[in-house]
């Protein structure tokens, strides 16, 4: 232990909780977590620290919701499609609004194609569609010069922050403690975790799982590569306009790296056609707006139709990350006893990765497939530069994965 450690834990002393687990972060990932630990009648008690549970700060609160089920990791299909199903429990959680995969030239048709046998291998529902269906289907955000697209009927929307806050109060009320605190240090004594170090004093615990999202790297002071890569990403909203009559699906423009979606009250669009760009962010996954994304939002806006009249009337730089294959880190550390982590988890994989991570914490039997794709100890011996090059590389290509079998 370093002796900025050892300093801060004995004067945090003064007021000192127990728990048998603590979770650190309380977005998506974290409540989820608390909420399936909390549904274990194990007894265990269970700890949430965030340093605020009021405001979602972490990338939670800044995404827009887009879950498309299928993806070339036939892990992170598994852990989407369950994740679909706990959030269609949620009041007002997810929209089945379906998502629409657009192809704008011959060689965007053939991912298509190939997308499409690998999803109905999957089990997924997923259909070719013609250009003037998908127009169709989602009017305002379709234009007609097009060739094909792909449909997803089950694909849909969720409300990062309603599902949180239903997670929150679910396990709330089953008995998870809810601490609000900066976590300065995690307390070990020889090789075991022994607490954690926090704003709000020492919370003992035996296990500790660290849910800190785009912050992930700053508390893991042991042995091991953390490439939980922090990256600038530009998002606007349109202007108001009166709720339609349908619903449209989301839409994805693969080979231009752009999606939008109608928000209800507006329309959203985001793209990953720009230079990757790290961050290092302090305590909000708001990033200061660059440059080059004023550009980059105007080439995507040339995708949607001309009459969508969209403009942005918001833009911001949400910060989320990035990992050298584009897998969450999910599991345990072994080079410290009790302490797991899940990070770099997208919306779209957090309550399958909650529920995964709860099975393990609880000495259930895991996937073993699923356990060595996400093991957060694989990149162990490779260096942290060239994993950060690696991760950043990946942004652009940000729904492919390089899942190891
Ligand atoms: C603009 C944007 C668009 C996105 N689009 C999508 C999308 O369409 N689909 C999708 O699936 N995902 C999307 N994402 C990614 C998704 O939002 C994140 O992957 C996900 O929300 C991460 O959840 P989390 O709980 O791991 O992290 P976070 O929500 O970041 O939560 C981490 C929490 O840890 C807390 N914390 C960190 N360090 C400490 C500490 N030392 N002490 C106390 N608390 C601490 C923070 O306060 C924070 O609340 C997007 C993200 C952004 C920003």
Same mark, same amino acid.
């Given at each position: 232990?370093?002796?900025?450690?050892?300093?801060?834990?004995?004067?945090?002393?003064?007021?000192?909780?127990?728990?048998?687990?603590?979770?650190?972060?309380?977005?998506?990932?974290?409540?989820?977590?608390?909420y399936f630990l909390s549904t274990s009648e194990d007894g265990k008690k269970v700890t949430a620290i965030d340093r605020s549970f009021s405001r979602l700060n972490g990338s939670t609160g800044y995404a827009p919701g887009f879950v498309g089920q299928f993806n070339e990791s036939e892990v992170l299909t598994r852990l989407a499609i369950d994740s679909v199903e706990?959030?269609?429990? +949620?009041?007002?959680?997810?929209?089945?609004?379906?998502?629409?995969?657009?192809?704008?030239?011959?060689?965007?048709?053939?991912?298509?194609?190939?997308?499409?046998?690998?999803?109905?291998?999957?089990g997924l529902e997923a259909e070719m569609i013609s250009s003037q269906q998908a127009m169709q289907m989602a009017p305002d955000l379709v234009k007609d010069d097009n060739i094909l697209?792909?449909?997803?009927?089950?694909?849909?929307?969720?409300?990062?922050?309603?599902?949180? &806050?239903?997670?929150?109060?679910?396990?709330?009320?089953?008995?998870?403690?809810?601490?609000?605190?900066?976590?300065?240090?995690?307390?070990?004594?020889?090789?075991?975790?022994?607490?954690?170090?926090?704003?709000?004093?020492?919370?003992?615990?035996?296990? +500790?799982?660290? &849910?800190?999202?785009?912050?992930?790297?700053?508390?893991?002071?042991?042995?091991?590569?953390?490439?939980?890569?922090?990256?600038?990403h530009p998002y606007m909203y349109g202007e108001h306009h009166k709720p339609k009559t349908y619903k449209s699906p989301f839409v994805r423009f693969p080979e231009h790296h752009v999606y939008a979606r109608d928000h209800g009250q507006f329309f959203g669009l985001g793209s990953y056609d720009h230079k990757p760009l790290a961050e290092n962010p302090e305590d909000t996954a708001?990033?200061?707006?660059?440059?080059?994304?004023?550009?980059?939002?105007d080439r995507a806006l040339q995708l949607i139709p001309a009459n969508t009249n969209l403009v942005p009337r918001e833009k911001f730089n949400g910060i989320f990350s990035v990992t050298p294959d584009n897998m969450?880190?999910?599991?345990?550390?072994?080079?410290?006893?009790?302490?797991?982590?899940?990070?770099?988890?997208?919306?779209?994989?957090?309550?399958?990765?909650?529920?995964?991570?709860t099975r393990m914490l609880k000495g259930e039997r895991v996937d073993v497939t699923m356990q060595k794709a996400l093991d957060p100890t694989r990149f162990q011996g490779r260096d942290m530069k060239s994993l950060e090059r690696v991760s950043l590389h990946c942004y652009n290509s940000i729904y492919s994965t390089h899942e190891r079998s």
């Open positions: 232990m370093s002796p900025n450690c050892l300093q801060k834990t004995m004067s945090d002393m003064a007021s000192q909780h127990t728990s048998h687990i603590v979770i650190i972060g309380g977005g998506i990932v974290g409540s989820a977590l608390a706990e959030y269609s429990k +949620v009041p007002e959680g997810f929209d089945h609004v379906g998502g629409l995969e657009i192809a704008t030239s011959n060689a965007g048709v053939e991912n298509l194609k190939m997308r499409l046998a690998s999803a109905k291998e999957r697209a792909l449909h997803f009927p089950g694909d849909g929307t969720a409300n990062p922050s309603t599902i949180t &806050a239903f997670f929150q109060s679910e396990a709330r009320a089953r008995g998870v403690h809810f601490l609000e605190g900066d976590v300065t240090g995690i307390r070990r004594v020889d090789d075991r975790v022994n607490g954690v170090m926090t704003s709000a004093g020492f919370v003992q615990a035996e296990t +500790v799982v660290l &849910a800190t999202g785009i912050w992930a790297k700053n508390l893991c002071d042991f042995d091991l590569p953390v490439p939980v890569i922090p990256v600038a708001l990033g200061n707006w660059k440059e080059d994304f004023d550009a980059t939002l969450p880190l999910v599991g345990e550390i072994p080079n410290v006893k009790g302490l797991y982590m899940a990070a770099a988890v997208w919306v779209t994989h957090a309550a399958g990765c909650a529920k995964f991570l």
